[in-house]
């Protein structure tokens, strides 16, 4: 499976299904409607989106919707694209520009140093 790239909208769903692991599309559209405003064919749209691009599977009866790709899995596609697309895929440029804007408090950094020295032992 390629990387499945998700705009926003694509995200609300996704959320509930990795909250509650499957929930029937008329269950979605409701609590989206409750929380966002959209209108039910709005909802069915995007799940089917989400179906054609392999991130949610549909099981009937009941046309019920399970999350196919892991929240983590979204965010590491989204974390790489970022940094592929505003720092030119530069890893080390991304940590600089993004720590530099930090106030990391010590047991942050302690975390982070952790973090790097399992990443540099690994190179051993």
């Not at 019920?64 to 989204?78: H, L, P, R």
Request: hydrophobic letters at 40%; aromatic letters at 8%; a neutral charge.
């Amino acid at each position: 499976m390629g990387d499945i790239r998700l705009h926003e909208g694509e995200l609300n769903v996704m959320e509930l299904l990795w909250s509650n692991q499957s929930l029937a599309a008329k269950d979605i559209a409701k609590i989206i409607k409750d929380y966002i405003g959209w209108e039910k064919n709005t909802t069915y749209t995007v799940i089917k989106r989400l179906i054609e691009k392999g991130a949610v599977k549909r099981e009937d009866p009941g046309f019920i919707c399970k999350a196919v790709i892991t929240k983590n899995e979204v965010q590491q596609i989204e974390t790489r694209a970022l940094i592929d697309k505003v720092f030119g895929g530069e890893l080390i440029s991304f940590f600089t520009e993004f720590l530099a804007q930090q106030n990391l408090d010590a047991e942050e950094v302690r975390e982070l140093r952790k973090i790097l020295d399992s990443q540099y032992r690994r190179l051993l």
